[in-house]
């Protein structure tokens, strides 16, 4: 069996203007041949089920909460250990109802559908207690591709904001989590912390009749994953800063400050990115130099994937690497090209932040900025050819000229199409003609 | 040796090439000659560099001499397992990483620099003294105590070659003809008509010829004598009305443990070995009054160099140079080691191979100035340029 396969692509322009400082590179991470039958019985699943009081309000939710329990149960094959999480004010093994994982197989599927079927709406809701509980389930077994789904329909209220910073701190690198909030009476903000921190998707389930298509949608997509726990590598000479690495595609999320150093290799920074399917992610990397005179060249970076260090490896193992050299040049011809890629993803990144900041001027009430952050995201979007988000955005403003980005705010907007386009402003439309 | 006599130069006595207008001791016009020009040497194209010889103690062996067409034996096959790590010329501090699969060159793993950073010819502004690096090699010159002008100039790159071949240096060394108005920029043209043509030729590699995959698809030997013709041609271009800038010229193509001399008048090379400076030895013979004079048997060697006309040059590049190809002789190193080119500034003071082996630092930029400073501590009668670089032959066990 051949093992999976990564490959490294850098996009970027080789040329920087006299005195130039900042480099600019879009990273294209592939992976390949990472199914293999290690992956679906490697895993070990937690599922964290929110039985707060307000999911039987109304009682669909909560039905349907565990409809979409027993289809995420079906959907995994047997071998994978899995533990059942109920979610209130503390967290519950529902199942098993000791703090453990088991193996699934035909005895204990039968089990847990008893156990989930018994999932009753009652208490209030303290996510991070879930989160602790998930992480105490999965922290045993590290060799593992470790992963778990949460499903919170309200905010967080009784714990505080650093009690769940804290849970979601201590998770980090233990497992993958997906968040999913159903209704409209949950915290975009929250779940989106969550599943960024955690390297996994957020999203809104606003109808739950939706949920158990949904769950199944996860655990296909953390079963055809078979590569657990690599990290970008970025290599930047002495003297220079890694200013920014944002993962671009297929969403935005800020790497920067999830920088660990190389223990054996200072210039080295390893940036975890979870576990991997055969799939395509693009990182952009901005390096800060020290000019050199016209016609000096240098390596502004090394960019790849590799294997953390383990306790039996002094430093961590390169899997693939691309290189991003950069000569400075007095020809302004070639100075001031902008490369298409960079250039389209630093507007995806501007056009998920230019939503954010409208959303939050309008539920403010600041009109004017609203307006013009929303235009601007309308005229971004348009222009990029991302055209989910375009749709999302149509049902928040009324879009008169989506090239200049000239829009109204509706006056009459659902929480739903809200939550919806604050959930998903990070996600980035590919290149055009990447397919 | 040609038939064919010069002119004796009615001023100095020195003895003049065929064809030659003044004389290269003294600048004082001969009187004409008739004859025809000197022999063309035959045959020195186009010979893969496969056929080369193994550095020992012996002589090095022309490639017109008996010899060159066969190698020197088995054993001298570039390892797979050789280290193409080499320290860092810009900072000091890192190495040149070895190109992965991905990569067509080196670059620092401390400071990013390429191995081929700090490479060039001596700066127009900067005559009288420069300096150049790159990984793996040095290059210098300097004015010397004495002169009022400097008419050396020095040549240095790192070029990567095509596939996994690694890189290629090549360095060159000219010597400008003091009597000839404009020698100055002869010497500077040559050295950088040669870098020009190094890239250029490395720029259409035949990748389909097995027997030139250890260079990258490049033929060094013929590469020294497109280097050398490129560097004449630079030169001639120069020559305006009767006045003909010249220059002397050696160049030297290292990959890894293969090297290929190409030179044109007294400038030399030497093979240079750290461990055992006895084994050193010159890898050129000077294309000189003393040298001739020696070798057609006029004078024993101590009566030739002790004649005022010793270090009268016979052939050198210009316009109106003896034409002819450029002496061209390629090796392969047994061992790892150093090559240095340079001009009669150094050899003058430190003429012989051990001591200049002596004279090795730890990096090729420190031997550079080391062996710089040996000519000026020793009067710094001359101009004084140098090239040196690294040899790196295949591991091999000890014997």
Partial sequence: MTGPRFTVEAFHEAHLPEGGREVDAIVAVTAADTAGAAATTGSAVVVMIDCSGSMGDPATKIASARRATLAALDALPDGVLVAVVAGRHRAQPVFPTAERLVVLDRTTRAQARAAVADLTPSGGTAIGTWLTLAQRLLAPHPRRLRHAILLTDGRDEHETPEDLAAAVAACEGVFTCDARGVGTDWVVEEVRGIASALLGTADIVAAPEDLAADFEGIVAGAMGRGVGDVALRVWAPRGATVVSVKQVSPTVEDLTDRRTPDPAKPLVGLYPLGSWGDETREYHVRIALEPLTVGEEILAARVGVAAPPTADTATAEILAETRVPVTWTGDPALSTRLNPRVAHYTGQAELADAIREGLDARRSGDVRVATARLGRAVALAAASGNDETSALLAKVVEVEDPATGRVRLRREVTAADEMTLDVRSTRTARVRGDG | ?399
């Fill in chain 2, 1 to 399: 040796m040609s038939a064919a006599v010069g002119a004796v130069c009615l001023g100095c006595g020195e003895l003049g090439e065929p064809g030659d207008r003044f004389c290269e001791g003294c600048g004082t016009a001969l009187p004409e000659t008739a004859g025809p020009p000197a022999e063309q040497r035959p045959g020195t194209r186009a010979r893969p560099v496969t056929a080369r010889v193994t550095l020992g103690s012996g002589p090095p062996v022309a490639p017109d001499g008996p010899g060159a067409e066969n190698p020197g034996g088995p054993g001298t096959g570039r390892s797979a397992t050789t280290d193409n790590e080499t320290p860092c010329a810009a900072c000091g501090e890192g190495t040149i990483a070895n190109p992965d699969e991905h990569a067509d060159r080196g670059f620092c793993d401390e400071c990013g620099r390429p191995g081929t950073a700090g490479e060039g010819t001596v700066p127009e502004d900067a005559r009288d003294h420069a300096e150049h690096a790159v990984a793996g090699a040095a290059a210098i010159t300097d004015l010397g105590r004495v002169r009022a002008a400097n008419e050396d100039a020095y040549g240095l790159a790192r070029l990567p070659l095509a596939g996994d071949a690694g890189d290629l240096v090549v360095g060159v060394v000219c010597d400008g003809v003091a009597s000839v108005p404009g020698s100055e920029r002869a010497s500077l043209a040559a050295c950088a008509a040669v870098l020009d043509a190094a890239r250029d030729a490395l720029a259409h590699p035949d990748v389909d010829d097995p027997d030139l995959a250890p260079t990258g698809g490049v033929d060094l030997t013929e590469l020294a004598h497109v280097c050398a013709d490129a560097a004449t041609e630079a030169v001639t271009a120069l020559a305006e009305g009767r006045d003909a800038p010249a220059c002397t010229y050696v160049s030297a193509l290292v990959v890894d443990e293969i090297l290929v001399i190409g030179w044109v008048g007294d400038s030399r090379a030497y093979w240079l070995v750290p461990d055992a400076p006895e084994e050193s030895v010159v890898l050129t013979t000077d294309d000189s009054w003393a040298a001739e004079a020696v070798a057609i048997g006029l004078l024993d060697a101590d009566a030739a160099y002790a004649d005022p006309r010793a270090h009268a040059i016979t052939r050198w590049v210009a316009a109106d140079g003896p034409p002819g190809p450029a002496h061209v002789v390629a090796h392969a190193a047994d061992r790892s080691g150093v090559v240095l080119i340079c001009s009669d500034g150094l050899w003058n003071h430190v003429p012989a191979p051990a001591d200049l082996a002596r004279l090795l630092a730890d990096d090729p930029a420190e031997t550079a100035r080391t062996m710089l400073d040996a000519a000026l501590d020793d009067g710094g009668t001359d101009n004084t340029t140098l090239v040196v670089v690294d040899v790196i032959a295949p591991e091999r066990d000890a014997s």
